[in-house]
């Protein structure tokens, strides 16, 4: 416990944006590619997905390790677009709100997903779990003025 409490608390710290953004998805990535999809390193404190998504303006496939928060059923997932509580939105939510039709790869099996925007109502609910769930989010939304997007995604129907 008193580990996740402080990996909490150094989540939240303007150190900790500056640096991870360098450093967490180069590591995820290099980790997930040796252990052949197995591993996802930033997963051992927070759930995470590889998102692989077209790019917005590029058209090209774009690999984004995410922290997701399963939801309940085992269904869909949220992403939260973050960016480690920095100023501008993470070019992957660009990505998926040209091109929502994506891939993740949860546990080392690759699962063809579908993303929805979340807004109003729905997003509040869902802001308030992930909260619960991840608390130092809240500090990331304190440090900046745009609304975090939160995403969900599904299972696309073969």
Known sequence: MIGVRLVQKVSSTRAFAKVAPHVVPALDRAVHRLT???VLLSAQMLPGVILTSTGARSGQSRRTPLACMPEEGGGSWVL???NFGRTGHPAWTANLLAHPDAEINWKGTDVPVTA???TGEERAAVWKELLAFWPPYATYQARVE???RLFRIFPRSS
């Open 36 to 38: 052949r999809g197995k």
């Open 80 to 82: 939260i677009g973050s």
């Open 146 to 148: 745009r609304e975090i």
């Open 116 to 118: 929805v925007l979340l």
